[in-house]
């Protein structure tokens, strides 16, 4: 019994981590971007979510991302390419933020969200070839990411 119970305090631990990190790297961006959020402020295209709901969103995609990552984890399936992308493409969704809303380079945001779109499918495919949940977990990771490159795109063309 002892053995089974410290089984699953580590595999608690093991998603704790992998959820609190992507969930930290959202709460850590969101506090150096709101004084520089101007989403209201902006002509947007149709279809545009209103601002209260990005916040929502991206919690519950960080938590997937936890989620999936940890899957592989606690399985041991986790090797250096999976490192490599998983975290690549964490630092460059934590960047975009910055680049559109902080610096609002929104032409260079597109090209930088197209690359983020790329490590998705990229950790995708090598997710799903080590576990299906885990892989298939970050698909409405990629489709939010591409409805976003759709916004920045048209936030760029309308406002210039």
């Known amino acids: 019994m002892p053995l089974k119970m410290e089984g699953l305090i580590s595999m608690f631990k093991t998603y704790l981590k992998s959820i609190f990190t992507p969930v930290a790297v959202g709460v850590i961006v969101g506090l150096i971007i709101s004084p520089f959020m101007d989403y209201n402020l902006l002509q947007k295209p149709p279809l545009a979510p209103p601002g209260i709901l990005f916040p929502i969103i991206w919690s519950i ?26 975290y690549l493409q964490l630092i460059v969704n934590a960047l975009w933020p910055i680049i559109f809303f902080v610096f609002k380079w929104r032409f260079f945001a597109f090209i930088w969200i197209i690359i983020l779109a790329l490590l998705i499918i990229l950790m995708i495919k090598k997710f799903y070839s080590k576990n299906k949940l885990s892989g298939l977990l970050q698909i409405p990771y990629l489709l939010w990411t591409l409805f976003a490159t759709y916004l920045n795109l048209s936030i760029f063309l309308l406002n210039g």
């Open 61 to 86: 995609l960080y938590v997937l991302m936890g989620i999936s990552y940890g899957i592989l984890q606690s399985k041991s399936l986790v090797d250096s390419g999976i490192n490599f992308v998983y």
